[in-house]
Protein backbone atom coordinates (compact mmCIF):
# COMPACT_ATOMS: atom_id res chain seq x y z
CA UNK A 1 0.00 0.00 0.00
CA UNK A 2 2.71 1.97 0.40
CA UNK A 3 3.69 2.11 -3.26
CA UNK A 4 0.22 3.45 -4.14
CA UNK A 5 0.76 6.67 -1.58
CA UNK A 6 3.95 7.09 -3.69
CA UNK A 7 2.36 6.83 -7.37
CA UNK A 8 -0.40 9.34 -5.73
CA UNK A 9 2.47 11.87 -4.84
CA UNK A 10 3.64 11.73 -7.99
CA UNK A 11 0.53 12.21 -9.75
CA UNK A 12 0.01 15.46 -7.62
CA UNK A 13 3.64 16.77 -8.30
CA UNK A 14 3.32 16.26 -12.34
CA UNK A 15 0.11 18.11 -11.92
CA UNK A 16 1.18 20.61 -10.13
CA UNK A 17 3.83 21.51 -12.66
CA UNK A 18 3.28 24.30 -14.99
CA UNK A 19 3.23 24.31 -18.61
CA UNK A 20 6.39 25.35 -20.28
CA UNK A 21 6.58 28.98 -22.02
CA UNK A 22 6.97 27.41 -25.42
CA UNK A 23 3.85 24.91 -24.90
CA UNK A 24 1.86 28.45 -23.92
CA UNK A 25 2.64 30.07 -26.89
CA UNK A 26 1.72 26.90 -29.14
CA UNK A 27 -1.44 26.82 -27.38
CA UNK A 28 -2.21 30.82 -27.93
CA UNK A 29 -1.63 30.43 -31.47
CA UNK A 30 -3.97 27.52 -31.68
CA UNK A 31 -6.25 29.33 -29.92
CA UNK A 32 -6.06 32.40 -32.36
CA UNK A 33 -6.86 29.83 -34.83
CA UNK A 34 -9.95 28.55 -33.37
CA UNK A 35 -11.46 31.47 -32.94
CA UNK A 36 -10.75 32.69 -36.23
CA UNK A 37 -12.63 29.16 -37.52
CA UNK A 38 -14.98 30.38 -35.38
CA UNK A 39 -15.71 33.71 -36.50
CA UNK A 40 -14.84 35.23 -33.20
CA UNK A 41 -12.56 37.79 -33.86
CA UNK A 42 -12.87 39.04 -30.19
CA UNK A 43 -11.89 35.63 -29.21
CA UNK A 44 -8.45 35.96 -31.20
CA UNK A 45 -7.92 39.25 -29.63
CA UNK A 46 -7.31 38.72 -26.09
CA UNK A 47 -3.76 37.41 -27.54
CA UNK A 48 -2.73 40.48 -28.74
CA UNK A 49 -1.26 43.05 -26.59
CA UNK A 50 -2.91 46.76 -26.13
CA UNK A 51 0.56 48.08 -27.60
CA UNK A 52 0.42 45.42 -30.73
CA UNK A 53 1.66 46.62 -34.23
CA UNK A 54 1.52 45.09 -37.49
CA UNK A 55 3.46 45.04 -40.56
CA UNK A 56 6.43 47.61 -39.36
CA UNK A 57 3.51 50.08 -38.07
CA UNK A 58 1.42 49.98 -40.74
CA UNK A 59 -1.64 48.30 -38.09
CA UNK A 60 -2.42 48.61 -34.76
CA UNK A 61 -4.37 46.72 -32.23
CA UNK A 62 -7.94 48.35 -33.48
CA UNK A 63 -6.88 47.91 -37.06
CA UNK A 64 -5.73 44.19 -36.91
CA UNK A 65 -9.33 43.58 -34.96
CA UNK A 66 -11.09 45.62 -37.45
CA UNK A 67 -9.28 43.36 -40.51
CA UNK A 68 -10.94 40.53 -38.30
CA UNK A 69 -14.35 41.57 -38.71
CA UNK A 70 -14.14 42.24 -41.97
CA UNK A 71 -13.19 38.97 -42.62
CA UNK A 72 -15.56 37.27 -40.35
CA UNK A 73 -17.95 39.71 -42.38
CA UNK A 74 -17.02 38.79 -45.71
CA UNK A 75 -16.85 35.22 -45.65
CA UNK A 76 -19.83 32.67 -44.36
CA UNK A 77 -17.10 30.36 -43.19
CA UNK A 78 -12.90 31.14 -42.69
CA UNK A 79 -10.73 28.46 -42.68
CA UNK A 80 -6.91 28.51 -41.03
CA UNK A 81 -4.63 25.69 -41.92
CA UNK A 82 -1.04 26.33 -39.54
CA UNK A 83 2.34 24.83 -40.48
CA UNK A 84 4.46 23.84 -38.15
CA UNK A 85 5.04 26.17 -35.24
CA UNK A 86 8.91 27.64 -34.41
CA UNK A 87 9.10 29.01 -31.42
CA UNK A 88 12.34 30.62 -30.52
CA UNK A 89 12.55 31.86 -26.67
CA UNK A 90 14.47 34.22 -24.99
CA UNK A 91 13.06 35.09 -21.39
CA UNK A 92 9.92 36.64 -21.18
CA UNK A 93 10.27 37.27 -25.17
CA UNK A 94 9.71 34.51 -28.10
CA UNK A 95 9.48 34.83 -31.99
CA UNK A 96 7.61 32.71 -33.62
CA UNK A 97 7.25 31.47 -37.48
CA UNK A 98 4.40 29.99 -39.08
CA UNK A 99 2.64 29.77 -42.79
CA UNK A 100 -0.98 29.61 -42.38
CA UNK A 101 -3.38 28.98 -45.63
CA UNK A 102 -5.84 30.89 -45.17
CA UNK A 103 -9.34 30.08 -46.86
CA UNK A 104 -13.01 31.81 -47.26
CA UNK A 105 -16.27 31.82 -48.62
CA UNK A 106 -19.73 30.66 -48.42
CA UNK A 107 -19.45 27.47 -46.54
CA UNK A 108 -19.75 25.04 -49.37
CA UNK A 109 -17.63 21.96 -49.69
CA UNK A 110 -14.57 24.04 -51.43
CA UNK A 111 -13.81 27.38 -50.34
CA UNK A 112 -14.04 29.96 -52.78
CA UNK A 113 -11.02 32.19 -51.66
CA UNK A 114 -7.68 31.52 -50.41
CA UNK A 115 -4.20 32.57 -49.83
CA UNK A 116 -0.70 31.23 -47.89
CA UNK A 117 1.02 33.67 -45.56
CA UNK A 118 4.62 33.50 -43.43
CA UNK A 119 3.79 35.05 -40.33
CA UNK A 120 6.38 36.23 -37.45
CA UNK A 121 5.27 36.97 -34.84
CA UNK A 122 7.07 38.77 -31.58
CA UNK A 123 5.50 37.93 -27.87
CA UNK A 124 6.04 38.83 -24.58
CA UNK A 125 5.29 37.40 -21.18
CA UNK A 126 2.06 40.28 -19.83
CA UNK A 127 0.83 39.26 -16.15
CA UNK A 128 2.11 35.77 -16.69
CA UNK A 129 0.18 35.23 -19.48
CA UNK A 130 2.16 35.34 -23.53
CA UNK A 131 0.54 38.09 -25.68
CA UNK A 132 1.26 38.72 -29.26
CA UNK A 133 3.56 41.76 -29.36
CA UNK A 134 4.12 42.36 -33.04
CA UNK A 135 3.45 40.53 -36.22
CA UNK A 136 4.53 40.89 -39.81
CA UNK A 137 2.89 38.82 -42.44
CA UNK A 138 3.66 38.26 -46.33
CA UNK A 139 1.22 36.36 -48.83
CA UNK A 140 2.92 34.03 -50.32
CA UNK A 141 0.38 32.63 -52.56
Given at each position: ?R???????A????????????Q???E????????????????F????????????????????????????????????T????????????????????????S???????????????????????????????????
Amino acid sequence: MRWLGVIAAAVALAACRHTPDEQRIREAVAAMRTAVEARDPRGFMQYVSTDFTGNDGQVDRDGLHNMLRAEVLRNESVGVTLGPIDVDLQGDRATVHVTATLTGGSGGWLPERGSIYSITSGWKREKGDWQCLNASWERKL
